[in-house]
């Protein structure tokens, strides 16, 4: 069993504190770096799936809600400095990104609040500026779409993103955030203060846009402060802005 996907998922909390004292006593908060691999295909996180007509291939990633954060020892830790500069990151597949600058996108008639729309262009935004050579255009007849859907209902998955690409070309995206959840802007970047059930969705954007770009899972629990780690709780605003190990990630993709 996925260790990280029963933490998020049990119903029982004395369960999910003692996985998380464990995990916190085994591995603390230190530093880590990892060298890029592609993405583990175990953990439910992530499908891929070859079209056979025409070789491409689709992965596509859901992310969770993160279940009871605040009374855990997990959270206290996670929004707390030591995490902040871990340099951990993954590489989808070997690698895959986009050769071809600016990568366009365009937000579906299903995203009707324009301070959501400004949300998900700052999120963008975010990604851009920590490269050069990385660049967006919004473009209302781009491929790649961002919408709003039906994914599981409430209170489990938080958003999808699809990828099309052939060996390291990343050909087209989707981001699809979950309908269901209590979407919403948050103020202020203080963690882990937890404001009633609402998602902040310039939080989960930033996080989805960096799988569009190629980037997988952070999968150790010493990288929750990134934003590529790979679930999320209410009230949470860390992942709007990238730690280093995103940073790291996504200057081996595009450079510097």
Request: hydrophobic fraction near 35%.
């Amino acid at each position: 069993m996925n260790t990280r996907h029963f933490y998020t998922r049990t119903k029982f909390p004395f369960v999910l504190g003692l996985l998380a004292l464990l995990d916190f006593l085994a591995g603390g908060c230190t530093t880590a770096t990892f060298s890029p691999q592609s993405e583990s295909n175990h953990f439910m996180d992530v499908t891929d799936i070859e079209n056979p007509v025409t070789g491409l291939r689709t992965a596509t990633f859901t992310d969770w809600h993160e279940t009871s954060p605040e009374t855990t020892p997990l959270a206290r830790v996670r929004n707390n400095g030591p995490c902040a500069e871990s340099k951990a990151y993954k590489l989808y597949a070997g690698g895959v990104h986009w050769q071809e600058m600016p990568v366009t996108y365009r937000l579906d008639s299903s995203v009707t609040n324009q301070a959501w729309k400004n949300a998900i262009r700052q999120a963008f935004a975010t990604w851009s500026a920590a490269v050069t050579s990385l660049s967006f255009r919004e473009d209302e007849n781009s491929s790649n779409i961002v919408s709003w859907g039906t994914i599981d209902g409430p209170g489990r998955a938080l958003a999808q993103t699809s990828f099309t690409y052939q060996g390291t070309q990343m050909v087209s995206f989707s981001i699809l955030f979950d309908a269901s959840e209590s979407w919403g802007i948050l103020g202020a970047d203080i963690c882990p203060t937890v404001q009633g059930k609402t998602i902040d969705i310039q939080d989960i954007a930033t996080h989805e846009i960096g799988h569009a770009l190629g980037l997988g899972h952070t999968g150790s629990r010493k990288d929750r402060a990134l934003t590529m780690y790979p679930s999320a709780q209410p009230g949470e605003t860390l992942k709007r802005s990238l730690g280093a190990g995103d940073k790291a990630g996504v200057a081996a993709l595009y450079g510097p």
